[in-house]
């Protein structure tokens, strides 16, 4: 599965946001320690990011802004705990200040691009996008068209 975690000036607040980083983390060690699904992966994509990380972005420089890929498509291991325990260090001391449209629809659309493009699919039959937002923020509808139509090619 991909987690896609909303780290914008609105959609969290501090202590809400270490909650979600804490729950996250859980159900990670929660998958690592699974003798039950041993092929399970996932993936953490942050949006609302002062970051851009993102090979959509490199493809579209005005699109997909503010969206990190954190982790990519792996078994859940302790480096990606780590990664993500920093990603919250860091959100602690430098909360993201800068106000922009929430871009959860472009968030979706490169999570689901990575998920495409995962060389094992067998060991990704569960394709679940997990969105951890409040949605506060209002949304981006610029070339929400041409989104649309990306994923509904995609179906």
Do not use: C, W
Request: charged share 20%.
């Amino acid at each position: 599965e991909t987690i896609l975690l909303d780290i914008g000036p609105t959609s969290l607040s501090r202590s809400d946001l270490a909650l979600a980083i804490r729950s996250i983390s859980v159900h990670l060690q929660k998958m690592m320690l699974s003798k039950t699904n041993k092929d399970d992966v996932a993936s953490i994509i942050l949006f609302g990011s002062h970051t851009t990380n993102n090979p959509q972005n490199q493809q579209e420089p005005k699109y997909y802004q503010g969206i990190q890929i954190l982790t990519n498509i792996q078994p859940p291991t302790i480096k990606m705990l780590e990664i993500l325990n920093q990603q919250a260090r860091t959100q602690q001391d430098n909360p993201t200040t800068i106000h922009t449209p929430s871009n959860a629809i472009e968030a979706i659309i490169v999570a689901t691009f990575q998920q495409l493009q995962t060389q094992d699919i067998a060991t990704y039959s569960s394709r679940r996008i997990v969105v951890v937002s409040t949605f506060s923020t209002p949304m981006d509808d610029e070339g929400i068209e041409d989104k649309a139509a990306f994923m509904d090619d995609v179906r």
